[in-house]
């Protein structure tokens, strides 16, 4: 039982639980209503949409193994108590299991691009789970570059769902069939969301980290620049973000989207202020970890917000 336990911790079991709430929310929030109005099936549905969310929750879980398999020595100093492999899990099983599922969501790629008219898923698939290896073996080291490369492979979990229909934009096109700019409207609002929102927390979760990773020659951020300068980079994609979904809400009140923009303010808004808050007196280790739980309900709250996109149509 506590290998199963230590299993399910060493691959995030919560966070392959929110990518996989985001891309169904996505799928039947966003994509579905605009291809059911237009009355086109669309290519990623029933089983085929289940297949598509467990090859992301597997690619994932490997990323999460094998990110754990290259820090076992930092993540001896940042977090002793949270170390699964050499105490629970062998290290030569950790490399079976990071193998198994970044071929099994290659395998589902091809599976959908063979029956589901979706190109190249495949390869999508080999590439994602090829940068979370390279991410984990160096990238996560150097300075922002890992950071950036994390914020983008989040945002690609949206992203995907929208590449998976682009054979339908041509058919769209020529027969204007689908309504394919609202479709990129809110691909990009929410993959660009997922993109800051996880770019602030690799970046806070750095500034936690930073004994461990100064121990083992990482550059990130609050190593190569320090601590304040950092805070200042955060501060400022908090304000960006704050002022993005601020102007958004105008838009929204515009269209008499009252309970989105009322949602928004208290479950986003605010929360982002908090943060900013939060930053700004920052100094242990804790208080970074209570700023980057708060970003992350920030992350979950946000995808939730896809819930009035049903509503409103």
């Keep these: 039982m506590k290998k199963i336990t230590a299993f399910l911790r060493l691959v995030r079991w919560p966070n392959l639980l929110f990518f996989a709430l985001t891309q169904w929310m996505f799928l039947y929030c966003i994509i579905n209503p605009i291809f059911s109005i237009s009355h086109v099936a669309p290519n990623i549905?029933?089983?085929?949409?289940?297949?598509?969310?467990?090859?992301?929750?597997?690619?994932?879980?490997?990323?999460?193994?094998?990110?754990?398999?290259?820090?076992?020595?930092?993540?001896?100093?940042?977090?002793?108590?949270?170390?699964?492999?050499?105490?629970?899990?062998?290290?030569r099983w950790a490399i079976i299991f990071h193998l198994l599922f970044s071929l099994g969501s290659i395998g589902i790629g091809l599976y959908i691009d063979q029956q589901a008219h979706v190109h190249l898923l495949w390869l999508a698939n080999f590439i994602y789970g090829l940068l979370l290896f390279v991410y984990s073996l160096s990238l996560k080291k150097k300075l922002l570059v890992g950071n950036l490369l994390i914020a983008f492979l989040l945002a690609w979990v949206i992203v995907v769902l929208t590449w998976c229909e682009a054979n339908q934009f041509a058919l769209s096109?020529?027969?204007?069939?689908?309504?394919?700019q609202k479709l990129l409207r809110y691909t990009i609002l929410y993959a660009g969301f997922a993109f800051i929102v996880n770019l602030i927390r690799e970046v806070v979760k750095d500034m936690e980290d930073v004994e461990g990773d100064r121990r083992y020659g990482c550059r990130?951020?609050?190593?190569?620049?320090?601590?304040?300068?950092?805070?200042?980079?955060?501060?400022?994609?908090?304000?960006?973000?704050?002022?993005?979904?601020?102007i958004l809400q105008l838009y929204a009140l515009q269209l008499h989207w009252w309970f989105f923009s009322l949602y928004c303010i208290i479950a986003i808004i605010l929360p982002l202020i908090n943060a900013f808050k939060?930053?700004?007196?920052?100094?242990?280790?804790?208080?970074?970890?209570?700023?980057?739980?708060?970003?992350?309900?920030?992350?979950?709250?946000?995808?939730l917000s896809m819930v009035f996109f049903k509503i409103y149509g």
């Design 45 to 91: 549905k029933g089983l085929f949409a289940f297949l598509l969310i467990l090859s992301y929750v597997l690619v994932a879980a490997g990323g999460y193994i094998i990110n754990d398999y290259f820090d076992l020595n930092i993540d001896q100093i940042n977090k002793p108590d949270k170390v699964m492999i050499d105490t629970y899990i062998s290290r």
């Design 173 to 180: 096109i020529s027969h204007r069939l689908i309504n394919t």
């Design 220 to 246: 990130t951020m609050p190593i190569a620049w320090g601590i304040n300068p950092t805070k200042v980079f955060v501060a400022v994609w908090l304000v960006v973000l704050t002022a993005i979904l601020s």
């Design 278 to 303: 939060k930053l700004s007196v920052a100094q242990s280790p804790k208080d970074y970890h209570s700023i980057s739980s708060l970003i992350k309900i920030i992350m979950f709250t946000g995808i």
